[in-house]
RNA sequence: GGGCGGUUAGCUCAGUUGGUAGAGCGUUCGCUUGACGUGCGAAAGGUCAUAGGUUCAAGCCCUAUACCGCCCACCA
């Protein structure tokens, strides 16, 4: 009998891996069977950014979506896993920035708009491939014939065709409010991409007229011209709301005004404060309530305005010593206390210290009812996880979004970066007219075309000019499930159902970190939500992050990132997939160590040897089913019907680690510890062909049930099986039967 | 300030509806067993953070405490 010249030697994933990936591609195993019995199962690839290439963090998530894929898949659902990355806006632009900086010490200015897009086109390409390549070395059983990308065109004219409808529809606007002004990348960003960071700074007490007022920020108080207590501090009672008085003041006598207001809190320094409404937030809410002006201070790059007389023009770090000195001659500075600590907000995109200021930007409307029964998009992103509609794997994040949801603000948009989706909005040139407040004009004039681009104006032949901003990137990831899908048909108007947005959408899971619940999931309930009164998936399932062996986040930064494909080429792929997924649970953190990976790299060859042994014991033929089969062997079978059973039942559950750890368990210490080494002697004796049949329906039935997890080794297996035929894989066999 | 998660073998972590504790790595002893030394056989090692409670039965449920971590929040 001969032997497969493969089985002589150790398992070597390097040569096999590629090969087998190689086959399944061809075979048009990843695309959906068109013929598929059971249902549809549907989901995306959480796209990867291409601002670097893949963590380990995205080789944990990759392993569970193909574990889901091919389950699927071998339950006959006609299954699609539709990949794609990310342009990733304003994190992409500030790494080739730096890049470019580094390299050749030059700005984007200097490059100007057109070539440094094209610098940023090029890294993102580089990086997609790479990122490809990664995803294809993990084993992903994912349709390339669907790849998309958030700023090709189809995406593109998803992205327009988005924002003409939810403008049309009221919820898009342009409003001036105090925003996330990021002074280092010239940007506004959203509430969510900032980060509050810890800072020691001294805390200045300041005597202005008759009270002491705390600042930790001197520089942004020449306009404070209101002087806020609690109503109810009898320290203050001589005072009425509403009261003017005139202080000593940085530059100068200031006229103040008495506020009394709730927010404050008595224990704090003196109980009173002075408010700068246009450079913090909780101040400009303060002043909204009381109908109180608000005056910049500061300027987009950080330098002071006018109203800062002799500091006019020097940025507010530089400013700052000289104007507590100055206050200090002026005998204005009560004391000085020393290690306040306070949270400033830092742009988590790579930028700088935030500074909000009060600009005109473009926002999604979240509180504002668009039809008749009242409903906002809040409750749109509400409504479905309330009602179980959507569920979220595990539950404890249901009440996180929840809270998230409560507390949101109006969605501001517009980003002053270049590279991503325009704002498709475009204007009368030379006149850029203001929008709101002059909708008459717009309808009769059409200065204002939200959607398609328009060269020139149907009515005065003007031309227009689009305007500058891009769009936040969450924006375009926010269509993910359905701009992928072929949504819109067409861009005006018409059906937006496509074959494949009826077959597939909504998807069946989104599986993602916890991380972007906020960012990306509430975002595409809303889209899906509002364009298509669908729900984008019926469960959400969040994985924790990895981290290192020290528990820390990976970053390129720390330089603690572990390259998969490195891994991969070390232990194999199966490997790292039971690595990444034995012992991890839904939504909490990981560690990672290169030891783990190698103990399931020798899981793998324990695998190989197994069949090393039941194919070299069974020959040529597949042995048939014997026409009595002993009581013993009957309970073994059964044995692993219950196993089947149970994986099965985890795999519906989501509970990968458990399957995949009860499966490990199985096939070394019960099919090869025990079965086996029973078997051996039984081998020689006149049971020989019982045995046979026995080693092989358990050996036969393990590969199918191992396959997700570990599908490279379980893929050779199969093919090594006597007269096995190359159109029979493993990929496309069906999951035994329960 | 609010909410959430964690605390299980030397290290890193699992533990599905409550029923005599598991994995990887590490440690000790013995094995050229013809699938595998990336192995086999055996062993050591855990009062499952602490204190109460519910239960026939608790790592798992309830209450409180301690420490670690995360998220959210308008204390200047």
Known sequence: ?????????????????????????????????????????????????????????????ITIED????????????????????????????????????????????????????????????????????????????????????????????????????????????????????????????????????????????????FVITTARPETKFGDKYVVVHPTDERYTQFQSGQKLTVEWINGPVTATVVKDEIIDREFGTGAMTITPAHDLADSEIAARHGLDSEQVIDLVGKLLPIAGEFSGQHWKKARPKIMAKLETKGLVEKIEANYEHQIAVNSRGGGIIEPQLLEQWFVAVNKPFDDQGTTLKELMRRPVATDEIKIIPERFTKIYFHWIDNLRDWCISRQIWYGHRIPVWRHEPKCVPIVGREKEIEKCQEIVVGEPLEKCPHCNAKFTPDPDTLDTWFSSGLWTFSTLGWPASPAGGPDQTEDLKTFHPTTVL?????????????????????????????????????????????????NTIDPVTMVDKYGADALRLALIIGTSPGNDSKISEDRIRGYKHFANKLWNIGRFILAAVGNETPARPAAIPAADQKLIEQLDDLTREVTVDLEAYRFSLAAEKLYHYVWHTLADKIIEAAKPRLLTDETEQVKWLLYTLFERSLRLLHPFAPFITEELWSLRPRATSSERLITTPWPAT
């Open 1 to 61: 009998m001969a032997l497969d010249e493969r089985l002589l030697k150790p398992y070597d994933p390097k040569a096999t891996e590629d090969r087998i990936y190689r086959q399944w591609e061809a075979s048009g195993a990843f695309a959906p069977r068109p013929d598929a019995p059971n249902g549809v199962f549907s989901m995306v690839l959480p796209l990867p950014n291409v601002t670097g290439t893949l963590h380990l963090g995205h080789a944990a998530m």
């Open 67 to 210: 574990i889901l894929a091919r389950y699927a898949r071998m339950r006959g659902k006609k299954t699609l896993w539709l990949p794609g990355t990310d342009h990733a806006a304003i994190a992409t632009q500030s790494k080739v920035e730096e890049i470019i900086y580094k390299q050749e010490g030059r700005t984007r200015h200097d490059l100007g708009r057109e070539e440094f897009l094209r610098r940023v086109e090029q890294f993102a390409a580089a990086s997609r491939n790479i990122i490809v390549k990664q995803i294809r070395k993990l084993g992903a059983s994912v349709d390339w014939s669907r790849e998309a990308f958030t700023l090709d065109e189809p995406r593109s004219r998803a992205v327009r065709t988005a924002f003409k409808r939810l403008y049309d529809a009221g919820l898009i606007y342009r409003g001036r409010r105090l925003v996330n002004w990021d002074p280092k990348l010239q940007t506004t960003v959203s509430d969510d991409e900032i980060e509050w960071q810890t800072e020691t700074t001294p805390l200045y007490y300041l005597k202005y007229g008759p």
């Open 511 to 559: 599986e993602t970190g916890y991380d972007i619940l906020f960012f990306w999931v509430a975002r595409m309930i809303l889209m899906s939500g509002f364009l298509l009164g669908q729900i984008p998936f019926h469960i959400v399932y969040l994985h924790g992050l990895v981290r290192d062996a020290g528990g820390r986040k990976m970053s390129k930064s720390k330089g």
